[in-house]
């Protein structure tokens, strides 16, 4: 059994970047990545959206704009690029830490800095609570039309049957 000396949170760019030169060391070798190594690998490369340089700039960044965060927070906010402060929110829900307003408006800033455009959904969000907002319900009348409507029916099929 292998014993663990030591762990270090990272970011998605770097573990997706650990394995690939892992793959490409095994597969001079004729060799390839255990099960458990390749489905990992394939999920990196789905989900991971920042380069590996952009992903540590990015930590030394929140890093000095929050000193309070730790290391596998600043991971977290790397990782899941939480783009309005309600993201951030949720993701500090279960923290000992509390964030204030000034600070989870620097987290929002940075990231909003380097995540791609395709990526950045806060405007998306924003117009979808505005319109679930101002949509009204649909009149009660036309759902109680339709039940008659089936009840008759059900009601002439019988009769002819």
């Known amino acids: 059994m292998l014993k663990t000396l030591s762990e270090t949170p990272v970011t998605f760019a770097e573990a997706k970047s650990m394995l690939e030169a892992k ?13 458990e190594q390749r489905i990992t690998l394939e999920y990196l ?13 990015t930590s030394k960044e929140l890093i000095e704009a929050v000193p309070i965060l730790k290391d596998h927070q600043v991971m977290m906010l790397v990782n899941l690029l939480p783009d309005c402060a309600d993201d951030v929110e949720l993701i500090f829900a279960k923290e000992r ?15 909003v800095k380097v995540k791609p455009k395709k990526v950045v959904k806060a405007v998306v969000k924003e117009e979808k609570i505005k319109s679930v907002e101002t949509k009204t319900e649909e009149p009660s009348e036309d759902k ?15 009769k002819g049957l």
């Open 23 to 35: 793959e490409i060391m095994l597969h001079e070798n004729d060799k390839e990545l255990g099960h």
């Open 97 to 111: 830490i509390k964030l204030d307003i000034d600070q989870t408006k620097k987290i929002v800033d940075i990231i």
């Open 45 to 57: 490369r789905t989900i991971a959206v920042l380069d590996i340089n952009v992903a540590k700039e």
């Open 144 to 158: 109680s039309e339709k039940v008659a409507a089936k009840k008759t029916k059900k009601e002439s099929k019988e």
